[in-house]
Nanobody, 115 residues
Framework: QAQLVESGGGSVQTGGSLRLSCRAS????????MGWYRQAPGSERELVAT???????NYADSVKGRATISKDMAKNTVDLQMSSLKPEDSGTYYC?????????WGQGTLVTVSS
């Protein structure tokens, strides 16, 4: 079973930037979709950004223009670059990957944006 491990979370001030990284324990070549979701306390998990195997990207309206998702096939990673961060971007960010009929999830990395 493949595993996903996120890194790069932390505390940042409003307007700052962060780069989150997700490393898979196996080649990501076979993953149909990889992406990032986030969950704030008391809220449901929501989509941030996804990328298909073919490179098609999808972003939540709330992060369009501020987020960029990218993959590195050689490193088996999918990264999320976010800028102009807002307090409402705070939450636990989860990496996910679709493999066959199942979805893999990482343990999450916490992002805190202070005003």
């Amino acid at each position: 079973q493949a595993q996903l491990v996120e890194s790069g979370g932390g505390s940042v001030q409003t307007g700052g930037s962060l780069r989150l990284s997700c490393r898979a324990s196996r080649s990501i070549f076979s993953f149909k979709v990889m992406g990032w979701y986030r969950q704030a306390p008391g809220s449901e998990r929501e989509l941030v950004a996804t990328m298909t195997a073919g490179g098609f990207t999808n972003y939540a309206d709330s992060v369009k223009g501020r987020a960029t998702i990218s993959k590195d096939m050689a490193k088996n990673t999918v990264d999320l670059q976010m800028s102009s961060l807002k307090p409402e971007d705070s939450g636990t960010y989860y990496c996910t990957a679709a493999l066959g009929g199942s979805a893999l999830w990482g343990q999450g990395t916490l992002v805190t944006v202070s005003s």
